[in-house]
């Protein structure tokens, strides 16, 4: 009996192996839910934060909740990391995901911090953007979708990229690099 209960798990758990390998997208899945937010575990490995408006509300300050949640933007040479120049790592001001190293930040000239890279292409997620009669690409955070700025093809070497980027989108923590 004891053998075939062991034979029908191994059974199983191989039918289970191939069914996940053979989907082509991974569907996201929960993994925590709580009465502040939820996660969702997708295919990036991050895992995705979802959150009511309320909730949003309660956490992020009104200028970080009408830049991240509504797509706002800071005025230029306004912000508190247009002219930063510290050491560190720039976070999601909504669920602190990592997103850019102080070492891929560089002067624009725009007013706004920019950057030429994210630390990791999932931490940041890029849409067409076609508001203000313009064509543009916004970029948002892979995690909790929280509109950061734009990303043009001005920028310096190695990427030719500049991820112009609300500091009030951002949390800086500090390190010794």
Request: some cysteine.
């Amino acid at each position: 009996m004891n053998r075939l209960l062991f034979g029908a798990s191994i059974l199983i758990a191989i039918i289970a192996l191939i069914s996940c390998q053979s989907k082509t997208k991974a569907v996201p899945t929960k993994v925590e839910q709580n009465a502040t937010r939820s996660i969702l575990t997708d295919s990036s490995g991050i895992g995705k934060i979802e959150k009511t408006e309320e909730e949003w509300k309660a956490i992020l300050t009104s200028e970080e909740y009408r830049i991240l949640r509504e797509k706002g933007t800071e005025r230029a040479f306004s912000g508190k990391y247009w002219d930063h120049k510290e050491k560190g790592m720039y976070h999601c001001a909504a669920c602190n995901l990592p997103l850019f190293d102080s070492h891929t930040k560089f002067k624009s000239g725009t007013g706004w911090p920019s950057y030429y890279q994210p630390v990791a292409s999932e931490n940041v997620t890029e849409y067409r953007d076609n508001s203000y009669g313009m064509v543009r690409t916004e970029v948002t955070c892979g995690r909790c979708d929280g509109h950061l700025g734009h990303v043009f093809d001005d920028g310096p070497d190695p990427t030719g990229l500049r991820y112009c980027i609300n500091s009030a989108a951002l949390n800086f923590e500090k390190t010794g690099k």
